[in-house]
């Protein structure tokens, strides 16, 4: 089974169609404002913030916990200088960008070990490793992901389960299609590559580390060369 959260737009809606299309498998999706408009069977509202929740919605899915792959892509974003950031909304990105990942992990590991087998990849983002200003909260929480997942590793390498992040530079998905066209030009223009990264790298990244049972407690930069 393949469980993604925040599949009802950007990477995550992406990844759970192609999924949908490419594989006999049991693929089920999250959202939690954005209803989707249509696959509803396969789509489940849950909130990540929300152990509870979280951990019903994995007990829910019974005898279908099989092979699992679990794809983390549930976040927000928030732009603010620090020293003007709005504490609420900084610490609101935190919690949904790392407690949502953990929550769902928490939920779904003991499953995966029972099976021996299970692929955990959470979406991290370049803006853990690039300075970047007005995104404390953001990066602070992706980057965040780096060391749970070495953690977490650790813990079930020996069952095959492995755990790792993609962090992810500019893509052709999500929140750049709000940006306009000359600033979307500049952010091109600091990308080594010349482009900005298409859905169809982020689906192979994603097998790749399905795949690929050695690695383990790291992250991929899925960036184009941007530093």
């Not at 610490?91 to 099976?115: C, D, Q």
Request: hydrophobic share 40%.
């Amino acid at each position: 089974m393949i469980i993604i959260t925040g599949a009802s737009k950007g990477v995550g809606k992406y990844l759970f169609n192609t999924f949908l299309n490419e594989t006999s498998q049991d693929v089920r999706g999250t959202y939690f404002n954005s209803v989707p408009e249509k696959n509803l069977d396969k789509y489940h509202q849950v909130n990540v913030l929300d152990y509870e929740n979280v951990e019903n919605f994995i007990t829910g899915l019974g005898n279908h916990l099989n092979d699992i792959v679990l794809i983390n892509c549930a976040g927000i974003a928030y732009n603010s200088f620090a020293h003007k950031s709005e504490p609420a909304q900084w610490k609101s990105v935190v919690e949904t960008n790392l407690f949502g990942s953990y929550h769902f992990i928490r939920a779904i590991l003991p499953y995966m070990r029972n099976n021996k087998f299970g692929r955990i990849i959470n979406f991290s983002s370049v803006v853990a490793l690039k300075p970047t200003p007005g995104v404390s909260a953001y990066a602070a929480s992706k980057s965040a992901l780096w060391g749970l997942s070495k953690s977490i590793a650790s813990e079930n390498a020996s069952l095959n389960i492995t755990i790792n992040n993609i962090n992810l530079g500019y893509s052709e998905l999500g929140m750049i299609e709000t940006v306009p066209e000359k600033f979307k030009e500049q952010i091109v223009a600091q990308i080594p590559a010349g482009l900005l990264c298409k859905p169809i790298d982020i689906f192979n990244t994603v097998n790749y580390l399905i795949d690929t049972s050695y690695i383990n407690g790291t992250s991929i930069d899925l960036n184009g060369a941007l530093v």
